[in-house]
Nanobody
Framework: QVQLVESGGGLVQSGGSLKLSCALS????????MGWFRQRPGKDREFVAV????????RYADSVKGRFTISRDNVRNLAYLQMNSLLPEDTAVYYC?????????????????WGQGTQVTVSS
């Protein structure tokens, strides 16, 4: 049974930075493309970023491009989301996701597994 556990959320001022981590257990980490989604207050869950199994390709939502960076460590079984220049509109619950198919994450927002989410709050 694959489990995803996020960490690193919290409260930060506008313009600040946070780094989220996601630990995968229960299967080989390198089998999965890893993604991040978020759900802002009163909104549907939305795609943020995704990285291929061996980090040879990444994609970002336009709203975070140039500010957020997704990465992974296939030795430590961790995925990361470095968030810089944070804005109040980045306030959301951030979810880690793992998918056997990279395109399912981007195109259909349909990974195979979800984490439980971590709260990020950006104050103005």
């Amino acid at each position: 049974q694959v489990q995803l556990v996020e960490s690193g959320g919290g409260l930060v001022q506008s313009g600040g930075s946070l780094k989220l981590s996601c630990a995968l257990s229960g299967d080989s980490f390198s089998n999965y493309a890893m993604g991040w989604f978020r759900q802002r207050p009163g909104k549907d869950r939305e795609f943020v970023a995704v990285i291929k199994r061996y980090a040879d390709s990444t994609r970002y939502a336009d709203s975070v491009k140039g500010r957020f960076t997704i990465s992974r460590d296939n030795v430590r079984n961790l995925a990361y989301l470095q968030m810089n220049s944070l804005l109040p509109e980045d306030t959301a619950v951030y979810y880690c996701a793992a998918g056997l198919n990279f395109h399912n994450i981007i195109e259909f927002h349909a990974p195979d597994y979800w984490g439980q989410g971590t709260q990020v709050t950006v104050s103005s």
